[in-house]
């Protein structure tokens, strides 16, 4: 699939790539190690236009409310009483395009749950979001709707994406995310980087 050329309001947004998924943690994502090239590329092609979005983990299943209170009290060995320092920094191989003002933090799924998120989008006229990360089932397809019911344009980096459960992946990649194919495009991280350079007019 050829990606029209995307115009100079747009934004990539890296979701959740963090220590606590991709260290040896009950949520794990091995898949990591196998996207971060691709999501380097992205954030080299976009390096004034990256965000990252970074799922927090509250101090105790005590200290959550509604639902979130079970789910926490199932994975109580990720809250902040459990887990060690650090782990929820954006992972080393990124780390270098993190700099104080392009990281954000949020406590649901969807990086819209962050109200400085949704003002930034606001404040800066973006209208096309580039989303990379994980997971593509759960954080990023989450992101993904949001930003769809919100009338943006979506773009889905079908390479620099991924998941701990593969057939969820898969069933989001194939099934899921193509539904919306007029709000949605599914293309590979190369096909984002040619329509950015055709849209600033780079050749």
Sequence with gaps: MTLAPLPANTLHVVIDVQRIFAEETAWYTPVIDE???????LCEAFPNKTL???FMLPQSAESTSGRWKHYYKRWSMMTLDAMPAGMQDVIDPLRPFVNGGNEFEKFTYSAFGSAWFAAYLKEQAIDTIVFSGVETDVCVYASVLDA?????????????VG????????????????RLSDQVDIVSTASIVN???????EH
């Design 35 to 41: 996207i971060v090239p691709n999501i380097i590329s």
């Design 52 to 54: 990252f979005a970074k």
């Design 148 to 160: 769809v019911d919100a009338g943006y344009r979506v773009v889905i980096a079908a390479d620099a």
């Design 163 to 178: 998941s701990s459960d593969t057939a969820a992946h898969d069933a989001t990649m194939t099934h899921l995310a193509p």
């Design 195 to 201: 329509a950015w350079a055709e849209g600033q007019g």
